[in-house]
């Protein structure tokens, strides 16, 4: 059961709608703020209610729309505990079942790296794996406490641990990628395949990548779930 | 069980990937020239193998990569029989079965209207619509035989007659939007929910789009599946 993949292509953001057939709830994972009429409109088309809204993490690049889906359709925002997203209703730990439908689980994978509170998301084998394992790459390390040693483990000591055939859907692509599956990014990942922690740091420290435009908007703006602040 | 989505940002063209859990063998529908490495690539990550590659008609505003992807991995050419395309090896009539991999099946509809020839797949509760109908459009009528009366009958008779909750996959879409079901637009869809013959009729006369910039290329080079025409 895939899921329907939507993309940004401002930020080159994927955002998921996650649905069983015949199911009349669905959850979708990290939506764009300039997108929430799209995304409302796909759950109308598909007879879809929203049960949650899931962030990977407190994105840098794009504000979400969360807040807003929340508001307007009385889904629950569900976040890992670790991004500061405080007006979430739902703070999720590593190892946590998030339910809906009819039986319907989505199992919570924390794996730190591109930010400390980055989580992954596992269902129906497929993992969405927001910034942390990117298609024949990786999110970058070196802001909102991130760290290659800890997506280093992320990758290796989580992800890799999947069955092969999960189909793995990035939180980002830059190249008209969509979909890989975790044995091909084990054996071929440039970044990641077969290769030592120390080669992995050392490749992190060095990209030098210039500071995303948008990081002192979009991090504080999205710790409020892209909700404009009170006061 | 959902297809993978492709998308070709210059034509706006969707391509899709269609493989059941577990299953080795895929097919893919409307591929574009342009990106015969990723659909490769794709289908490498994924572990399939490609079986057919299917023309929802001979498209003019993109150029296929049929021919190549054929002549690369030894997949078969299925293509609407009235669509002028001489060199597949499959000319597809309606009502036909495509069979790939363990029982899977796609039925063949001839939905002419777009153009005289075009044909909509259908596959485990979607059907893949070319250009005949669009979320919450359709494609223009006024070239390659094209026909506002077909058209109409084809929605009408054959895809609005398909199960409500069947996914309905275009062939383009221009606003960020994805998939809908052939309930909502037997209920929304502004060019043909609940309108007269004589009223489309009207609205598809009096379009007055330009001429597809490519059609004098693409007609002529997807009528060869894309491949490079002998001496």
Known sequence: MNPIQLFDTESSTFTYILAAPGEKEAVIIDPVERHWERDLQHL?????KLRYVLETHAHADHVTSAGRLCELTGAVAAVPSGCGI???QKQLNDGELISFGTGEEIRVLHTP????????YVWRGNVFTG??????GCGRTDFQSGSADALFDSVNDKLFTLPDDTLM?????????AVSTIGWEKRHN?????????DFVQIMGELNLPKPKLIDVAVPANQNLGLPHGG
């Open 131 to 136: 910034d942390t394992l990117l298609i024949d």
């Open 44 to 48: 109308q088309r598909l007879g879809l």
């Open 190 to 198: 440039t970044r990641l395949a077969n290769r030592s922690r120390a």
């Open 169 to 177: 859907w990035p939180g980002h692509d830059y190249k008209g990628q």
């Open 113 to 120: 790296g591109h930010t400390a509170g980055s989580m992954s």
């Open 86 to 88: 405080a007006p979430a």
